[in-house]
């Protein structure tokens, strides 16, 4: 059965061994959705919850609404995305030029994993009708990256500084579409 802490620890002492052995890690624990949900709670509004942070290892637990979308971005950190429950949709860039094209698509059910390096560019949507959960890993601090973010304008691919602001405010009308729904 799934538990936080010791989850966390493990993670922790895998991350020395590198990325590899923390998917395994993340493998395992998604593959018991049931557990997770039981520990963490079931998951009732969009939204990103801290279950580990440090300048080494960040560990989140994503809440996404259904049908959101947010823009392409980098991390500048290598990581990991372990789907719980629902479905998640990874579009991954390229740059080209000035702008970005889409490379490639990975979309990732309940108990599926996905590895990113840490020059990948993703855009993330899910693409159901419900909630989906998802635990992601990353190397490093995630609130205070060593180098700066980037996102990529929606429909003009153009990339601009991070903006957390930004991404608040789309998880908070992701929030407010979801509450208001019948």
């Given at each position: 059965?799934?538990?936080?802490?010791?989850?966390?620890?493990?993670?922790?002492?895998?991350?020395?061994?590198?990325?590899?052995?923390?998917?395994?890690?993340?493998?395992?624990?998604?593959?018991?959705?049931?557990?997770?949900?039981?520990?963490?709670?079931?998951?009732?509004l969009?939204?990103?919850t801290?279950?580990y942070?440090?300048?080494?290892?960040?560990?989140?637990?994503?809440?996404?609404?259904?049908?959101?979308?947010?823009?392409?971005?980098?991390?500048?950190?290598?990581a990991?995305?372990?789907?719980?429950?629902?479905?998640?949709?990874?579009?991954?860039?390229?740059?080209?030029?000035e702008?970005?094209?889409?490379?490639?698509?990975?979309?990732?059910?309940s108990?599926?994993?996905?590895?990113?390096?840490?020059?990948?560019?993703?855009?993330?949507?899910?693409?159901i009708?419900?909630?989906?959960?998802?635990?992601?890993?990353?190397?490093?601090?995630?609130?205070?990256?060593?180098?700066?973010r980037?996102?990529?304008?929606?429909?003009?691919?153009?990339?601009?500084?991070?903006?957390?602001?930004?991404?608040?405010?789309?998880?908070?009308?992701a929030?407010?579409?979801?509450?208001?729904s019948?």
């Amino acid at each position: 059965m799934f538990n936080r802490d010791h989850f966390i620890e493990n993670c922790i002492r895998a991350s020395a061994e590198g990325q590899g052995a923390v998917r395994e890690l993340l493998a395992e624990a998604v593959s018991d959705s049931r557990g997770i949900i039981t520990e963490l709670g079931e998951p009732v509004l969009p939204g990103i919850t801290p279950l580990y942070h440090s300048c080494e290892l960040t560990i989140l637990n994503f809440v996404w609404a259904p049908q959101m979308t947010l823009m392409p971005h980098n991390h500048n950190m290598a990581a990991l995305i372990g789907v719980y429950s629902g479905r998640e949709d990874n579009i991954f860039w390229r740059r080209k030029g000035e702008v970005i094209e889409a490379a490639a698509a990975k979309s990732l059910g309940s108990g599926e994993v996905a590895s990113m390096g840490s020059s990948i560019i993703h855009s993330v949507t899910n693409p159901i009708d419900k909630l989906t959960s998802a635990i992601h890993i990353y190397s490093g601090d995630f609130f205070a990256p060593d180098e700066p973010r980037s996102s990529w304008d929606h429909e003009t691919l153009i990339e601009e500084a991070w903006d957390v602001e930004k991404v608040q405010t789309l998880f908070f009308q992701a929030q407010q579409r979801f509450t208001a729904s019948p």
